[in-house]
């Protein structure tokens, strides 16, 4: 029995997007007595709508050496997979130096061995969690089928695959027979594919989550719903918790508030280079086709998917605040492509969403203590790879809170690392 568990500590955990409800299942493993708060139910937020993926394979960070070459042509297409609004570059623009510092090769190659760190075992961490559930079905088996279209041919000397290939990925180029084996409803002009296999999707992944937190629920975890409107340090080491309800008191906080996460700490006069970088899906309730995998348009940038809901197509990176109002032209850019992806697609049933990734410069999350915090963890800035990230980020960060030495070092993705 862990010591924990007879001393019942409480831990307070901001958030219940993935990363909190795993952080809160690892820590009631480890027998705490855990409180998790959030201004909604879990899972309605970015862990929502987001394309299901969860590869242990996705060590490639967003930037790569010369990438910095294709954003001009990307901002000037309309269904380019980028786009910013003009108020936002003095915030854009010291963390776009810093994201380009980081598509350095030796930088990349350390990202991606951290990134395989948190990858590697999320499915049968998943498959735990889900155990004695009911819903172990939420997770499916699938290949992620990269498709290329047009001109450009499939080259695994390519980086963003040799990534994958050092770290064992299992991956192959099929052309177009193979490919409509696996994926009947493609476009003419889809003509190969690079395959990596061994990977799994979330057929919903709001409802993955909310089934986490009603076994997390079931167990005796405590889920309450307030928004919290700031956090002050105590002279004592606690903390409290201003709330649209009632103040709280802690005495071990994880904050796990994705993009948001960043207000709170100004609260305690915390700054990281953390934006918020958002993303659209359009949901074809009614499809009329169905994939068997996560499939991704390579040139386009975004992923369909069968979901429990319909056919989703997720994607497009838009550098804007988090509360600014959605520019829903990007889910009809998305809608444009799938179709021509897709053709037997039917599209008379739509549905829009759009959603906030907490991005940091090197595309790694801030996992870990906040220096100059006592018992204030941070598990936040999963950018695009949360779904794949999180059973990892709820294992150090039960570890942590534990008081455990970790087995490698975190020191890549701790708050204050140099970005
Ligand atoms: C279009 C798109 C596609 C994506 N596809 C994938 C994918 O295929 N695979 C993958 O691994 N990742 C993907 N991602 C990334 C992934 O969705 C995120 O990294 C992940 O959902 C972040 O989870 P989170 O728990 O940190 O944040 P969230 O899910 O945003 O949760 C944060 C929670 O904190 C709560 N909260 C915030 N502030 C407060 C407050 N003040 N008081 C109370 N509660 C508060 C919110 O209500 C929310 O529930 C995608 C993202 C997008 C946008």
Same mark, same amino acid.
């Given at each position: ?74 901002? &000037? ?52 969690? &889900? ?58 002009? *889809? ?58 008191? *802690? ?148 570890? &942590? ?19």
């Amino acid at each position: 029995m862990h010591k924990e568990k007879q001393c019942r500590n409480d831990v307070t955990i901001i958030g219940a997007g993935i990363i909190g409800v795993c952080c809160a299942l690892s820590l009631q493993e480890r027998g705490y007595a855990v409180t998790l708060i959030d201004r909604s139910k879990p899972g309605e937020a970015t862990s929502f709508g987001n394309a299901g993926v969860i590869s242990p394979w996705s060590c490639v960070p967003q930037c790569l050496p010369g990438v910095w070459k294709n954003v001009p042509g990307w901002l &000037l297409d309309k269904d380019g997979p980028i786009s910013f609004r003009f108020r936002e570059l003095p915030t854009l623009l010291p963390w776009l130096w810093r994201f380009f510092a980081n598509g350095k090769p030796k930088k990349v190659n350390d990202i991606a061995d951290m990134m395989d760190r948190l990858m590697i075992d999320n499915i049968p961490a998943y498959q735990h969690h &889900l155990k004695g559930t009911g819903s172990e079905n939420l997770l499916v088996d699938s290949h992620y089928v990269n498709v290329f279209r047009g001109a450009t041919k499939p080259n695994l000397n390519d980086l963003a695959w040799k990534l994958r290939c050092d770290r064992n990925a299992p991956v192959h180029i099929v052309e177009r027979p193979e490919l409509l084996e696996l994926e009947p409803a493609l476009s003419d002009d *889809c003509h190969s594919a690079v395959i990596i296999e061994g990977q799994a999707r979330a057929v919903h992944p709001g409802d993955l989550c909310k089934a986490l937190a009603d076994k997390f629920s079931a167990n005796g975890g405590a889920i309450v719903r307030a928004e919290i409107r700031s956090l002050e340090a105590n002279w004592d080491g606690t903390y409290t918790l201003h709330c649209d309800t009632q103040p709280r008191q *802690c005495k071990k906080m994880v904050l796990a508030a994705g993009v948001w996460s960043m207000d709170l700490l100004r609260s305690l006069g915390v700054k990281l280079p953390m934006i918020s970088e958002r993303g659209y899906h359009v949901e074809f309730a009614n499809p009329n086709v169905t994939l068997n995998n996560s499939v991704m348009d390579v040139a386009g940038k975004f992923v369909v998917s069968s979901m429990s809901s319909g056919v989703r197509t997720a994607g497009t990176t838009e550098f804007a605040a988090a509360d600014a109002p959605p520019d829903y032209a990007r889910a009809h850019s998305l809608e444009r492509l799938t179709k021509s992806l897709l053709p037997d697609l039917n599209t008379s049933e739509t549905n829009y969403w759009m959603g906030v990734r907490p991005s940091f410069p090197d595309s790694l999350p801030a996992i870990g203590s906040l220096p100059g915090f006592n018992n204030l963890f941070a598990a936040f800035g999963h950018s695009h790879y949360g779904m794949g990230m999180a059973p990892a980020t709820g294992k150090i960060i039960a570890g &942590l809170v534990s008081g455990e030495a970790p087995n490698a070092s975190l020191d890549m993705i701790k708050p204050d690392r140099k970005f």
